[in-house]
């Protein structure tokens, strides 16, 4: 198993929400928020690198129970220390993952992790990716996570990505659009590069793209020139909302957080909608609100 740029770690099964039948598969992706140290206003004050508040973890591990994944990506955890002390309280509230592990890449504030109660075959971080779009060399700051299963019904292979926001101090490049879609391009080659036959593989691609689903960040993943590459997959709440970030400074909703898959799992008769959590909890615990996927045989 590769491990390089990763930590090894390990929390808990409750009862899925009644389906008709436990998914083979719960596989999600969740924003958590600034799990970190971060400049925030916390009860009407201004703080320097103030730590996640109580309140805001507390509600984060209601909504990690209610997920209930098999597989869950993260994004903006600080690191190593802060998904040890995020597994640490999970596993206080009687939420056990087995495994899981932190990207280390160009960002040591906000990066990738994932928590797994199935022992993945492979794991690799790949914080070594670059964007050279209009001539420019860039590392793609939160790199790109690889996990691997070997199934009996063949492998699936989960990549988690984060990319770029919008936030920019580049007047030459508005929303950090152009940096976005360089990431983007580094990521689709190294998933190309890592996948022999992409149409015949079960490959999921979830995480936060920081763009929308019409825009050339998502299209750079779901074709390549006249090849169908991934589908986005319909994600709703219980309301049949779709958005996924909240933007409190504009007042703005938009959906930024999705689940691509393969060909052969988009083909797949029982593949069900994704699912948006909502709720009071989603609220307070993230500007991001989790999208999960239920795959079943």
């Given amino acids: 198993m590769a491990l390089a740029g990763l930590c090894s770690l390990a929390t808990a099964r409750e009862e899925v929400p009644a389906l008709l039948a436990r998914p083979e598969w719960i596989i999600a992706t969740y924003n958590v928020g600034n799990y970190t140290l971060a400049d925030r206003r916390v009860d009407g004050v201004f703080r320097r690198a103030y730590p996640k508040p109580e309140r805001e973890k507390t509600a984060l591990r209601s909504v990690i129970a209610r997920l209930n994944a098999d597989v869950l990506v993260l994004q903006e955890l600080g690191g190593e220390g802060f998904l040890a002390e995020l597994r640490r309280d999970l596993t ?93 391009e580094a990521i689709r080659r190294r998933i190309l590069e890592r996948t022999k036959d992409l149409a015949a593989a079960r490959v999921v691609v979830v995480g936060d793209f920081n763009d929308a689903k019409s825009s050339p960040v998502l299209a750079r993943f779901r074709q390549q020139g006249e090849r169908q590459l991934f589908f986005a997959v319909d994600a709703t709440d219980s309301r049949g909302e779709r958005w996924t970030y909240r933007f409190d400074r504009e007042d703005s909703y938009t959906r930024v957080d999705y689940i691509l898959v393969s060909e052969t799992l988009w083909r797949q008769p029982t593949l069900i909608p994704a699912e948006i959590l909502d709720g009071e909890e989603v609220s307070v615990a993230s500007d991001h609100r989790p999208v999960r996927l239920l795959l079943t045989r």
Avoid: M, N
């Fill in 92 to 184: 206080s509230d009687g939420i056990e993952y087995a495994y899981g592990g932190v990207v280390l890449a160009a960002d040591p504030d906000r990066c990738l992790a994932w928590l797994s109660r199935r022992r993945p075959a492979d794991v690799r971080a790949h914080p070594d990716l670059v964007s050279t779009l209009s001539g420019r060399t860039e590392p793609v700051r939160r790199g790109l996570l690889e996990l691997r299963w070997d199934e009996p019904g063949g492998t699936i292979t989960v990549f988690g990505v984060h990319l770029k926001s919008r936030l920019t101090q580049d007047p030459d490049d508005p929303e950090a659009a152009r940096r976005r879609l360089g990431e983007a």
